[in-house]
């Protein structure tokens, strides 16, 4: 168990923005700061994080919590592993319970993978570093590519054995369970049942996952032998998805973000190889054909990228059509060619990291303008084949979802194809066409979440509206009361001459004859009322943090939203907005009036109801007293709030 104290000094320390940050490309917008949502695929972005309330929350698929929250829900962590990620990463002491062979029998299977996984991983460097086989063989073969050791240690590079068994040996002999290293696919099986390591006289690449944590490996053999493979890697398991993994990415993506850019490489030594060179946001598809969820990785912290290729012409025009997919998630796509066969490895390997750098920056060239020129040197003067190029290029122009940013590349292209815009522009038509009748006939197969509407240039219709006094009309009352309670509960009373007493427990004071009939406001409103008796006042972050799911999610929908005002009102109008804070007394009397008038409402409707049922002339004469009782109470409210009420 992790101490209270300790559990309390990470939540107050984490900070929402760092944390989201570390997985989502934010902008700001107002006071918050908004995305695209990793839980769910969206181009619009509708997920939205609040720095002053330290919460997030996506308005498409209403996923949302705090920073712990986050961790948990997109890492698949634990409770105790998301505090123990959140503890690393601000550099707080956690006291750890040794890993014994309990512990490792009683965790959970993921995380019983994530441990041996990290196992190996020290094992592997162990032996690069410190036995004979390992310096000689491993560390001698990256030197002699030019690799520092500083480079090596930053990406944990490894090397194994030739022993057959010398991995599976260590862990079982350290307490890791056989199934474990199995599943990771550090040892394999064969039908006979003998266990043998997978990656025997290898240099290793350990692969991480965005936190940092070690999820698979690459192994490169350094043998000649054309029946070895060259390079074999991890399969698939629990916690190693290879088409939804980038390596290199943990060590990147500060630097894509800082950047505003991604190069991509083929290998594990390019990525260590334009890191040395001093280039920091590069990613590799580790041998893979790049994948949808490749992309929108990146997506998460540039809408850049640029493809390093090598000088094999047939490679990259087999990858052209893949590239297509990057242009359909609305990202701007470059490409850098390497000379005379080069890879970035070999090319910084001959000419250094200054001409790597400079070549790069010299050779950079729009995708489809690229992709343009390859094609039209391959058709040559043959107009079959030329008119397949011009429908090629006008596909990937379609792929692009900027109507603008498309129009642009029509009319560039049409000078390159040597095509009247206009049949350019007929093509693209037909394309996009047949695309949407496609769509509308599959979009009953799956959900989708309509994206928030947005006011980028001004507030919601019914934000000036002179009325202080009514809630908005989108929130049930019930909803606006626990609001202002959250919102306002820790503010004093000042007005009708009250100044020793908190806005929380008069709210609740005033609530006595009312019954909540949403379970989960209830549930917030009797938490609180049991707070306040211990003598205790509870704060946002208390509902905001609080460990039953039910309450905290209930508290994030209440107390964020997915509006902003833009400051071009104040800044190019001179026109200022009262805060709702200013109001304190109209907005909380409001809030309670409305509820009460609901509920007034409602029990008229009742008593009108078992009036019309009522046969005893006793029993209706009550009644209607009960009604005109009602009424009164009713009228009472409607001249408070100022509306009219109809005789």
């Not at 917008?29 to 839980?39: A, D, E, K, N």
Request: hydrophobic share 35%; glycine share 6%.
């Amino acid at each position: 168990m992790i101490k209270k104290e300790t559990v309390e000094r990470i939540l107050e320390t984490a900070r929402i923005e760092e944390v989201v940050g570390d997985f989502v490309h934010l902008r700001k917008r107002g006071t918050s700061m908004i995305g695209l949502c990793p839980f769910h695929g969206e181009k619009t972005p509708s997920f939205h994080v609040s720095p002053a309330k330290g919460i997030y929350k996506c308005f498409g698929c209403g996923e949302g919590g705090d920073s712990l929250q986050f961790i948990i829900s997109h890492e698949k962590y634990s409770y105790p592993e998301a505090l123990k990620y959140l503890a690393r990463k601000y550099s707080i002491e956690v006291e750890e319970t040794e890993v014994s062979e309990d512990y490792k029998a009683e965790a959970d299977k993921r995380e019983s993978l994530y441990i041996t996984s990290a196992f190996a991983a020290k094992f592997f460097t162990d032996k690069l570093w410190n036995t004979d086989e390992g310096r000689s063989i491993g560390l001698s073969y990256f030197k002699e590519r030019g690799f520092k050791e500083e480079i090596l240690k930053k990406f944990e590079i490894g090397y194994s054995p030739e022993e057959w068994t010398a991995l599976n040996d260590a862990a079982i002999a350290e307490g890791y369970k056989q199934e474990f290293l199995e599943e990771t696919g550090l040892v394999i099986k064969n039908d006979k049942g003998s266990i043998y390591d997978r990656f025997r006289t290898r240099v290793i690449f350990p692969i991480h996952n965005f936190t940092g944590r070690i999820i698979g490996f690459g192994g490169r053999t350094l043998k000649t032998d054309k029946k070895i493979p060259k390079y074999v890697n991890s399969p698939e398991s629990e916690i190693y998805y290879k088409s939804k993994v980038l390596y290199g990415l943990y060590h990147a993506k500060k630097a894509i973000r800082e950047r505003d850019n991604c190069l991509l490489v083929e290998g594990y030594a390019d990525v260590l190889a334009v890191h040395q060179a001093g280039v920091e946001n590069v990613v590799a598809s580790s041998g893979t054909s790049l994948t949808t969820e490749q992309i929108k990785l990146i997506g998460r912290f540039t809408n850049n990228v640029t493809i390093l290729y090598d000088g094999d012409a047939a490679g990259i025009k087999a990858s052209l059509r893949g590239l297509d997919m990057i242009l359909e998630e609305g990202m701007n796509v470059k490409v850098v060619l390497f000379p005379d066969g080069h890879d970035p490895d070999s090319y910084i390997k001959a000419f250094g990291a200054s001409a790597f750098k400079t070549h790069v920056e010299l050779n950079t060239k729009d995708f489809i303008f690229y992709k343009t020129e390859i094609l039209l040197q391959d058709a040559s003067n043959d107009p079959i084949k030329k008119a397949g190029v011009i429908r090629d290029v006008i596909e990937s122009i379609a792929k692009i979802p900027d109507a603008i940013k498309a129009s642009v590349y029509v009319r560039e292209c049409s000078g390159l194809l040597q095509m009247e815009e206009q049949i350019l522009i007929s093509e693209l038509n037909k394309i996009r066409l047949a695309k949407s009748k496609k769509e509308a006939g599959q979009s009953h197969t799956g959900s989708h979440f309509p994206p928030p509407e947005f006011y980028e240039d001004g507030p919601p219709p019914d934000l000036f509206d002179d009325n202080k006094q009514t809630v908005q009309e989108d929130l049930p009352q019930e909803k606006e009361m626990i609001r202002i309670l959250l919102s306002y509960g820790h503010n004093l009373v000042n007005w009708d001459e009250i100044t020793d007493t908190y806005i929380g427990p008069y709210i609740v004071m005033n609530l006595n004859d009312v019954t909540f009939t949403n379970t989960s406001l209830d549930k917030i409103l009797k938490y609180y009322i049991q707070e306040v008796e211990k003598g205790t006042l509870p704060l946002e972050k208390d509902f905001l943090q609080h460990q039953d799911r039910e309450i905290s999610a209930m508290a994030i929908s209440l107390l964020t939203s997915p509006y902003n005002l833009s400051e071009n009102w104040y800044n190019m109008h001179g026109i200022t907005v009262k805060e709702e804070s200013d109001h304190l007394k109209s907005t909380v009397m409001g809030a309670i009036f409305h509820l009460k008038k609901k509920k007034v409402l409602a029990l008229m409707a009742e008593k009108q109801r078992q009036m019309q049922h009522e046969k005893d002339e006793a029993n209706l004469m009550i009644l209607m007293k009960d009604y005109m009782d009602l009424k009164s109470v009713e009228k009472y409210i409607s001249n408070y709030l100022g509306t009219v009420v109809s005789r």
